[in-house]
């Protein structure tokens, strides 16, 4: 059973970075495409970006290209978003979730089939 698991998130100010993780047991991530996604309280999962599983290609959602890049390591199994900048608007709980096939989009029913449990990021004012 495919496996997922993110980390790196945290607590942090208005305007500093965190990197998180999503790292694969069970399987090897670089034969899927990886998405990260967010979800704030009431409100719905949101792409936030994908990559494709040899790292050749990317999409990022309007609200975070040029503050966030996802990028991936194939000898630790891990695919990385690193988030600089960081806003208020940017507190959620982030999931990451594998595709075997990329197709760039940030539609969460679209073709994600394995989800990690998420973990927390909040930004302070």
């Known amino acids: 059973q495919l496996q997922l698991v993110e980390s790196g998130g945290g607590l942090v100010q208005s305007g500093e970075s965190l990197r998180l993780s999503c790292a694969a047991s069970?399987?090897?991530?670089?034969?899927?495409?990886i998405g990260w996604f967010r979800q704030a309280p009431g409100k719905e999962r949101e792409g936030v970006a994908c990559i494709n599983n040899v790292g050749s290609s990317t999409n990022y959602a309007d609200s975070v290209k040029g503050r966030f890049t996802i990028s991936r390591d194939s000898t630790k199994n891990t695919v990385f978003l690193q988030m600089n900048s960081l806003k208020t608007e940017d507190t959620a709980v982030y999931y990451c979730?594998?595709?075997?096939?990329?197709?760039?989009?940030?539609?969460?029913?679209?073709?994600?089939?394995?989800w990690g449990p998420g973990t927390q990021v909040t930004v302070s004012s």
């Open positions: 069970g399987f090897t991530l670089n034969d899927y495409a």
């Open positions: 979730a594998s595709s075997p096939i990329y197709s760039g989009s940030l539609r969460a029913a679209y073709g994600y089939t394995s």
